[in-house]
């Protein structure tokens, strides 16, 4: 079972990430702090969700760097393929979304899965990739190429809402 958990921390930025957006260098601090380690009462956590919450910045005296007060979330990476929705399922183009066609007695209702919505899962399928950072190899050093890394989620897990009860909570909730 996965979690989002929202935590409180105190953030130090060292001068020499100034230059940088302070978003960006929280964010990476984070999940150097906590990304891939277990958490007393939370359990292990993936990465970083989202900065909910940023408090002023102090500069402590000793100290050249920044402290920020954040509220943060953890983990974004979790997909779910087009063969493992609820089905019939379609693309509307229009709308950006997909939608189960839900057959009732009455004919078939859409019912659209936006963007943003919470949703009851299974996981099927995780992926741990080590992301450590490694130095060029020797081919790479001579080669001069314009091309950046793809930068891949340390965390994948491959989720399914294709069985009774799954999919968007509003869809099962009874009034």
């Known amino acids: 079972m996965f979690v989002l958990v929202e935590m409180v921390d105190t953030v130090r930025i060292p001068p020499w990430q100034f230059e940088r957006k302070l978003n ?13 380690k277990v958490v007393y009462n939370v359990g292990l956590c993936i990465c970083l969700f989202d900065i909910t919450k940023l408090e002023d910045a102090y500069v402590f005296p000793g100290d050249g760097a ?16 087009p063969e493992s929705l609820q089905q019939p399922a379609k693309f509307d183009e229009a709308e950006q979304v997909w939608v189960w066609e839900y057959e009732t007695e009455e004919g078939a209702h859409d019912l659209y899965m936006d963007t ?29 190429s314009e091309e ?14 294709s069985e009774p009860g799954l999919g968007l909570l509003s869809w099962w909730t009874s009034n």
């Open 24 to 36: 960006d260098s929280i964010a990476e601090e984070l999940n150097k702090k906590l990304a891939n």
């Open 148 to 161: 950046l890394p793809k930068k891949e989620a340390p965390y994948t897990l491959m989720g399914s809402i």
């Open 116 to 144: 943003g919505e919470e949703i009851r899962f299974r996981v099927v399928d995780e992926s741990f990739v080590d992301t450590s950072p490694t130095g060029p190899s020797s081919a790479e050093a001579t080669t001069s």
């Open 66 to 81: 920044s402290h920020t007060k954040v509220s943060l979330g953890f983990f974004d990476d979790i997909l779910i393929p």
